[in-house]
C-alpha cells in the first residue's frame, strides 16, 4: 500500500470516497458539493490529505486533519478530522497506515500530538483508536454550538 499526499489530479476519486464516508455518517449523499469541498481544501492548502493507493493505482481511504493550536501548550495540534477506508478494503491494516502517516505529519511539522474526535457508536473506530496509541480523555466535556 502506498501512503501520500494527495494531488488536484486524485480529485475525482478521493470526491467518491469521501462521499461515501460523508453517507457513513448519515449524510445525503452530494457528490457535487464534496467535490467542491475537497477542491477547495487542496487549492487552498488549508488541510493534510492523505490517500492510501494500491497497486491497481486505486484510492482505497483517506485522512484528512486540519491545524489547530494549543494556547497552553504554547505548539500546533493536527486534528485528525476525518478517516475512511473503502469497506472492500478494511481489515488490513490501512487504517492504521493512514493514522501512522498521520503521526508523522504531526512529529515532521513540529506539533504536540493529534486529536480526533469519534461517535460513540463507531464500533470499529473506538476500538481502532487505542490500539494506534490513542488515548481516551475521560476528565474533558465536549461541547458544541451549530447554527
Request: aromatic share 12%; charged share 30%.
Amino acid at each position: 500500500m502506498n501512503y501520500r499526499n494527495v494531488e488536484s489530479y486524485d480529485l475525482e476519486k478521493i470526491t467518491d470516497l469521501f462521499d461515501a464516508y460523508r453517507v457513513f455518517y448519515r449524510k445525503e449523499s452530494d457528490k457535487e458539493s464534496a467535490k467542491n469541498f475537497l477542491e477547495e481544501r487542496i487549492n487552498q492548502k488549508d488541510s493534510e490529505i492523505f490517500v492510501a493507493e494500491n497497486q491497481e493505482g486505486n484510492l482505497v481511504g483517506f485522512v484528512q486533519l486540519y491545524p489547530i493550536f494549543s494556547s497552553t501548550r504554547m505548539q500546533k495540534l493536527w486534528l485528525l478530522n476525518d478517516l475512511f477506508v473503502n469497506p472492500e478494503f478494511r481489515g488490513k491494516g490501512i487504517s492504521k497506515g493512514l493514522i501512522e502517516t498521520s503521526k508523522e505529519l504531526a512529529k515532521d511539522s513540529g506539533a504536540c500530538g493529534l486529536l480526533l474526535e469519534t461517535e460513540k457508536s463507531n464500533i470499529i473506530g473506538n476500538s481502532l483508536y487505542p490500539r494506534t496509541g490513542f488515548v481516551l480523555n475521560e476528565a474533558s466535556n465536549f461541547y458544541e454550538w451549530n447554527i
